[in-house]
């Protein structure tokens, strides 16, 4: 599976925006997908994961009631939408994917075989 993350920019806190994942691959369409993201000083930490259908989705903590996460199957995209931004928001964020349907519940980003670029979310107070 490749994948391309896109849809970063700056945004005021309060404010939203969308990211997008572009997927190729036969596997995306039975793959979990996830977000991540790296804040500066910081690891790499999820954000949230859906299920291969889209059943299942699971967000951190910090991201509940702000971030949605969903996914096409036949265009192949998963997309993260962010609202109520916050500055401590800011990071790269990460698409990844695991074929492991069982890894759907792992916050380990070793767990994940593929991964986007990444693209830069700002959130300015």
């Known amino acids: 599976v490749q994948l391309q993350a896109s849809g970063g920019g700056l945004v005021q806190a309060g404010g939203s925006l969308r990211l997008s994942c572009a997927a190729s691959g036969r596997a995306f369409g039975t793959s979990v997908m996830a977000w991540f993201r790296r804040a500066p000083g910081k690891g790499r930490e999820i954000v949230a994961a859906?299920?291969?259908?889209?059943?299942?989705?699971d967000y951190a903590d910090s991201v509940k009631g702000r971030f949605t996460i969903f996914r096409d199957n036949i265009e192949n995209t998963v997309a993260l939408r962010m609202n109520s931004l916050k500055p401590e928001d800011t990071a790269v964020y990460y698409c990844?994917?695991?074929?492991?349907?069982?890894?759907?519940?792992?916050?380990?980003?070793?767990?994940?075989?593929?991964w986007g670029q990444g693209t830069l979310v700002t959130v300015s107070s």
């Open positions: 990844a994917a695991t074929p492991e349907n069982y890894y759907f519940d792992s916050v380990r980003p070793i767990d994940y075989r593929f």
């Open positions: 859906i299920s291969w259908n889209g059943g299942k989705r």
